[in-house]
C-alpha cells in the first residue's frame, strides 16, 4: 500500500494568484510521479484557468524532481504541464540544443 497522500491547503488571502477584484475559482493541483500516481496536491485560488496554469507551473518548478503536474476544477482537467517543457520554456537554450541534437 502506499503511503499518505501530502495535501496542502493554500489558505484564501495566501494564494499562489494574485487577482484584482472579480470572484476567485479554487483548483486543484496534482503533482504527479513518472508512473503518474499523485504524490502530492495543492489547492489553490485564481481568477482563471490561465492563472491556475501558470501558479502550478510555479509549484512545479518548485519541486524539479517530479515530473508533472495537472490542474483540476471539480471534475474538469485544465490542463497537464510537463517539467521538461517548463524547464525549455524558461530556458530557451536548452531548446536550441535539443533541436540542434547538442547536449549539455
Same mark, same amino acid.
Given at each position: 500500500?502506499? $503511503?499518505? /497522500?501530502?495535501?496542502?491547503? !493554500? /489558505?484564501p488571502g495566501h494564494s !499562489?494568484?494574485?487577482?484584482? $477584484?472579480?470572484?476567485?475559482?479554487?483548483?486543484?493541483c496534482y503533482i504527479l510521479?513518472?508512473?503518474?500516481?499523485?504524490?502530492?496536491?495543492?489547492?489553490?485560488?485564481c481568477g482563471d484557468d490561465?492563472?491556475?496554469? #501558470?501558479?502550478?507551473?510555479?509549484?512545479?518548478?518548485?519541486?524539479?524532481?517530479?515530473? #508533472?503536474?495537472?490542474?483540476?476544477?471539480?471534475?474538469?482537467?485544465?490542463?497537464? /504541464?510537463?517539467?521538461?517543457?517548463?524547464?525549455?520554456?524558461?530556458?530557451?537554450?536548452?531548446?536550441?540544443?535539443?533541436? #540542434?541534437?547538442? #547536449?549539455?
Open positions: 500500500m502506499r $503511503g499518505a /497522500l501530502a495535501f496542502d491547503v !493554500v /489558505l !499562489v494568484c494574485n487577482q484584482n $477584484g472579480g470572484g476567485m475559482v479554487e483548483y486543484r510521479d513518472p508512473e503518474d500516481h499523485i504524490v502530492q496536491a495543492y489547492e489553490i485560488e490561465a492563472q491556475a496554469a #501558470s501558479a502550478a507551473e510555479g509549484l512545479l518548478a518548485r519541486n524539479p524532481y517530479h515530473r #508533472s503536474i495537472e490542474v483540476w476544477e471539480h471534475a474538469r482537467r485544465i490542463t497537464k /504541464l510537463e517539467q521538461n517543457a517548463i524547464a525549455d520554456r524558461l530556458d530557451p537554450r536548452r531548446m536550441r540544443r535539443a533541436r #540542434s541534437g547538442v #547536449s549539455g
